[in-house]
């Protein structure tokens, strides 16, 4: 009996958790994809973007999704997830102006976030590499 309860407490604990990453983002992810994504978008990038389990790497890098990539970390500052998930004006706001952000900030020549976006690339960097956990947990994720 004791079994059967710790493996229900620890399954409402998961689930839980599950569904509070996953409630996170959705209204900053729908209206980044109804800001870039066009019917004359390329086709791959779309895809990559639509799909439930690529799309997380716009933003987020690691496979756990607990870190935030460069793209990202500059739209969590604008941002707070809880506060501004039904504010799609603040939203769209900040994606516009992550947009104009050079990639490399020392760099006034490097790419935008929207040059990247523009050429059908992730704007935090490659699937590949976006995939991979960070070495460090300097952009650790902070829940707000």
Do not use: W
């Amino acid at each position: 009996m004791r079994r059967l309860v710790v493996v229900l407490i620890a399954g409402v604990v998961f689930i839980d958790s599950a569904a509070h990453q996953a409630a996170a983002t959705p209204p900053f992810r729908k209206e980044f994809q109804k800001l870039y994504i066009q019917p004359d978008t390329n086709e791959e990038f779309a895809k990559l973007v639509n799909d439930k389990k690529t799309g997380c790497f716009v933003c987020h890098q690691g496979k756990k999704r607990k870190h935030h990539n460069p793209y990202g970390e500059h739209l969590e500052e604008l941002l707070d997830k809880k506060k501004d998930k039904k504010n799609k004006k603040k939203i769209i706001a900040a994606l516009k102006t992550v947009e104009k952000m050079h990639t490399d900030p020392d760099n006034d020549k490097s790419p935008t976030y929207g040059d990247l976006i523009k050429a059908n690339k992730l704007p935090g960097g490659p699937l590949e590499e976006v995939q991979k956990e960070p070495e460090h947990d300097e952009h650790e994720h902070d829940e707000k």
